[in-house]
């Protein structure tokens, strides 16, 4: 159990900066998840967290005990790897209580918190096997192990579920989750999967070339994304971005492009006719209604089973709309879409910041 | 097709055999002209086999008659009886355990030193760790010749000429170099992120030395002990100048002090020669099951 506060992480390799002056407060408990695409600095910050990089400027707080010099070994961790990272000349069970033999801790107590773990984990029966014999999804439960029986302060997870096929990463997003709550522990899980992000996450911290773009619950980074990055990254199929500018009317501040012209929230652009902005727009957020405000043809329909995409060509951009399973649509067909304007988003064409009440 | 291969087969096999005959003659014929007399040795034709095995070569170096060797003794001695006795062969035992001694000392020292500086060099990041390593190799361009004469007068200010401990001083620096850059080699290959889990798990880098790196790198740490204890055991030109009495010389040295001036007894120095290949023969045979790979398997995905 710890609160995590990393302030004013810099890291450099030679000329390159990884990170730049990171700033970031993991409160005690919570399961926080790094996301970003590959590169993005989120496996250094991981890697910082643990002690296995040193760092080039800045200070780490485990609660009120600066570890920053502290070495991995004494900051009780544990750590899980995208490539499980088992030790092969030792069984599951040694590989499991190999973290209690390094403490020290008697036999009996070793034998007891393994078993617990391999019964908690389903790979009892494994225990004796070596880690070559076991599947993809049976070495990431031993590595689960290992790192559960220590009971650690910190949970450290480094994409684990990334070399596991699909049904078996939504299983075992389940049992980290079921970990999570009967642990008690702060986790800290990098990915570049949002699905994961989001469904784990109490926080998420989206990174991007080594400077996080936007720290907060899934819930806003998904309906208030602080910037077109953000915007881009979370979502699927990803969210709609048009570029033109804000012209003010008699009927209010409305975006525009072309012969486009959409309504938008006043709260957000009035007074600020001419500026250059993007417009965003998540798939689901619009539905196809006669008379709506933005009409278009229909260039594309992707059917997915429980719903389809429909690709719309509105003057010369495209936009992606999710409708159920059960509406009909034709290629080719004219059509209008309509949505709520205060379900629209906005960011500044240059800054790409968002417009409006920043989350 | 069959006719085809058949001949290839057949070349291999010829191919394989003359390779055989290349390696392994000079030690049959070592090993069958110790067991011969002095005249069987030198008869024209050769005789490849013994026509009569006889084990006096031997039985003259762990059983030396009492004597000395005086001229009239050396006279009386005649070469072709097998009988003769090269002056300085008692030393060839206490030679065999200086040899011995001075070689497990390097195997040993050497794989220390090593293995701990490959592990610094190879997974701790440190800053001048290319400049570490070229350093330590850069040593090894330097002709071992050119190093004999500034190396004996060290020894000599230090009072360390005729020790053994000097042999093993010198032939570390030979080594040291060499068995380091393999075991980076070898440690480089050991997964990143099993570095990791041993540090997350509560490894000092002493414990993930020894109970990551080690384990997995046993096929090269003993490819580094044979290494040292050859390269050791064969030396020649740093023992001639640095050791000059028994009590520090080693086995090739001695060996060759058995090429006299008069009489040279073949017999004997192939019974010698015999006794100083099988300790590096017995470690090898020990040591040859560890020298496997795929350690790793299974430990990151592949």
Known sequence: ?359 | MMWRRGLRALVITVLSLLLVIYVAGPVAWLVSSSLQSESDITAVPPNWLPPKVTFDNFEAIFAPPKREVTYETRRQGDPATGRFLPSGAENLLPALWNSFAVGMLVAILNLVVSMTAAYAIAVIHFKGRKAALYTILVTRVIPDIALIVPLFLVMRQLDLVNTRFALVVTYLAVTVPFTIFILISYFEQIPRDLYRAARADGCSHWQALRFVYLPLSLPALVASVMFAFLTSWNEFIFALILTQNITSQTLPIIISGFVMDFTTSFSFINAAGVIAIVPPVVLAMMFERYIVSGLTAGAVKG
Request: glycine residues 8%.
């Open chain 1, 1 to 359: 159990m710890a609160r995590i506060r990393l302030d004013g992480i810099t890291k450099r390799y030679g000329q390159v900066t990884a990170l730049q002056r990171l700033d970031l407060d993991i409160r005690d408990r919570e399961f926080m998840v790094f996301l970003g695409p590959s590169g993005c600095g989120k496996t250094t910050t991981l890697n910082i967290i643990a002690g296995l990089e040193e760092i080039s400027d800045g200070d780490i707080w485990f609660d009120d005990r600066r570890v920053t010099f502290i070495p991995p070994h004494q900051r009780e961790i544990a750590m899980v790897f995208q490539s499980y990272a088992l030790y092969p000349q030792k069984s599951v069970y040694e590989n499991i209580a190999f973290g209690l033999r390094l403490r020290k801790v008697d036999e009996a107590t070793i034998d007891a918190k393994v078993r617990a773990a391999a019964t908690q984990l389903e790979i009892e029966h494994l225990l004796d096997r070596k880690p070559q014999q076991l599947s993809g999804g049976q070495r990431q439960r031993v590595a689960l192990g290992r790192a559960l029986v220590r009971q650690p302060t910190v949970f450290l997870m480094d994409e684990p579920l990334s070399n596991l096929d699909a049904a078996l990463r939504v299983s075992m997003r389940a049992l980290i989750k079921k970990l999570h709550i009967a642990m008690g522990t702060t986790f800290v899980y990098v990915t570049h999967d949002q699905a994961e992000a989001m469904t784990l996450a109490d926080r998420i911290t989206v990174m991007r070339d080594g400077v996080v773009q936007q720290l907060d619950t899934p819930d806003a980074i998904y309906n208030r994304p602080a910037n077109r990055f953000v915007a881009g990254f979370l979502g699927s199929p990803q969210m709609n971005f048009v570029e033109g500018e804000i012209a003010e009317g008699p009927g209010g501040p409305a975006f525009t492009r072309g012969a486009l012209r959409i309504p938008v929230d006043p709260a957000v652009a009035a007074g600020q006719g001419g500026r250059k902005v993007v417009l965003g727009l998540r798939a689901e957020d619009a539905v196809i209604a006669e008379g709506g405000p933005l009409r278009g043809e229909v260039a594309l329909i992707s059917p997915l089973g429980s719903e389809q995409h429909v690709h719309v060509a509105a003057g010369d951009s495209e936009l992606i709309i999710r409708a159920p399973k059960d509406q009909r649509v034709a290629v080719g067909e004219a059509i209008a879409l309509a949505f709520d304007p205060a379900r629209l988003h906005l960011f500044d064409a240059a800054t790409e910041q968002r417009l409006g009440q920043q989350p």
